[in-house]
């Protein structure tokens, strides 16, 4: 279960906020697709509407984790910090604990809900590519794709088509699709020289699909994770 998340303030809820707050979440109950919320503006709509957030999971009720991750979008900062710790489960840890048991589509969906909730992921991912260990290694070039991280750790993927194993280069070479800047189009145009027969074909297949569509995308993967949101594996007791 997700930590409980306090909103950060000098305030306590008061006046009509206590009463708001407790009418909306029963309205989230009670399955009400939209409310309104009405106040003059500096009236602390934003404070309600976060302390709202704060109880969804709490309350444990239906349809929270989607109405959460919809609410990572919200324009106001405390909501969506709000929804980012209610949602703490999505952490770069726990995804890589089970990412070889996950399907392939729950890869991708639970990757880019992982890099919006955990300011920590793209550091973790990128010491997953710089491992001693071969495994790591390669399952940090997975990770990437199914995160759609792969420009935020580009010179370290590069890095790898100069590895001394040549499974590792070539899913460098591989990974390197989902990324389509000069850099990198120049490190593939080079990897077509590597000694390996392996490294030359994953290299050339990038540079021919960064040819025809840009770059490959993890598309459709926050769609698939508001369909499966109250099933995702992390959300499962892992004691």
């Known amino acids: 279960m997700s930590r409980p998340f306090k909103v950060e303030s000098s305030f306590e809820p008061a006046g009509d906020q206590p009463e708001a707050i407790r009418q909306l979440v029963e309205g989230v109950r009670a399955g009400l697709?939209?409310?309104?919320?009405?106040?003059?503006?500096?009236?602390?709509?934003?404070?309600?509407?976060?302390?709202?957030?704060?109880?969804?999971?709490?309350?444990g009720i239906p349809g929270?984790?989607?109405?959460?991750?919809?609410?990572?979008?919200?324009p106001h900062d405390v909501v969506?910090?709000?929804?980012?710790?209610?949602?703490?489960e999505f952490n770069f840890n726990r995804y890589v604990t089970v990412f070889d048991m996950m399907e392939d589509d729950i890869r991708r969906s639970t990757g880019l809900l992982v890099i919006r909730i955990d300011a920590?992921?793209?550091?973790?991912l990128a010491e997953e590519l710089k491992s001693r260990s071969r495994t790591q290694r390669l399952r940090g070039l997975q990770v990437a794709m199914a995160m759609d991280a792969v420009h935020h750790v580009e010179p370290l993927i590069i890095n790898l088509l100069k590895d001394d194993d040549h499974f590792v280069r070539a899913d460098a070479a591989r990974t390197l699709a989902y990324c389509n800047s000069l850099l990198?189009?120049?490190?593939?145009?080079?990897?077509l020289m590597d000694r390996s027969v392996v490294v030359r074909e994953a290299a050339e297949q990038s540079l021919c699909k960064l040819s025809e569509a840009g770059r490959m995308?993890?598309?459709?993967?926050?769609?698939s994770a508001l369909r499966n949101a109250e099933y995702n594996p992390l959300l499962q007791d892992q004691s």
């Open 184 to 191: 990198t189009q120049q490190s593939l145009r080079d990897a």
């Open 33 to 59: 697709a939209s409310q309104i919320l009405l106040g003059v503006t500096g009236s602390g709509k934003t404070f309600t509407m976060a302390n709202v957030v704060a109880q969804l999971r709490e309350r």
């Open 120 to 124: 920590n992921a793209v550091n973790l």
């Open 80 to 88: 969506a910090k709000a929804a980012q710790s209610c949602l703490s």
């Open 64 to 74: 929270a984790i989607s109405r959460l991750i919809q609410l990572l979008d919200s």
């Open 217 to 223: 995308t993890t598309a459709g993967g926050i769609a």
